[in-house]
């Protein structure tokens, strides 16, 4: 059974940072991305990672900001948020998917899906 499971949410003050962690079993995932979604908006693109590490991309809200990063042997991705801003509150979900394309930032592109974390940025 696959389970995606975040962690790390909070509230923080604006210029802060939080760490999420995505924990993941009972699959091998060849992507694994972070997505967020605030109320009344669409869920949009974070950032994604391959299953190599070497491979990330960033949506340009984020960039310079953020860091994703992930742990095969430990089947985990995380990302790390600083310089946060209150336009980055949010419920944050982790999301992964086991087969290979492209890009990876659509919601559509990915068949597996956590709860969701609650970042919230005070200013």
């Known amino acids: 059974q696959v389970q995606l499971v975040e962690s790390g949410g909070g509230l923080v003050q604006a210029g802060g940072s939080l760490r999420l962690s995505c924990a993941a079993s009972?699959?091998?995932?060849?992507?694994m991305g972070w997505f967020r979604q605030a109320p009344g908006k669409e869920r949009e693109f974070v950032a994604r990672?391959?299953?190599?590490?070497?491979?990330?991309y960033y949506a340009d809200s984020v960039k310079g900001r953020f860091t994703i990063s992930r742990d095969n042997a430990k089947n985990t991705v995380t990302l790390q948020m600083n310089s946060l801003k209150p336009e980055d509150t949010a419920v944050y979900y982790c999301a992964a998917r086991d087969f290979f394309g492209e890009p990876g930032v659509r919601p559509g592109e990915y068949n597996y899906w956590g709860q969701g974390t609650q970042v919230t940025v005070s200013s």
């Open positions: 009972g699959r091998i995932f060849t992507t």
């Open positions: 990672i391959r299953w190599s590490g070497a491979n990330t």
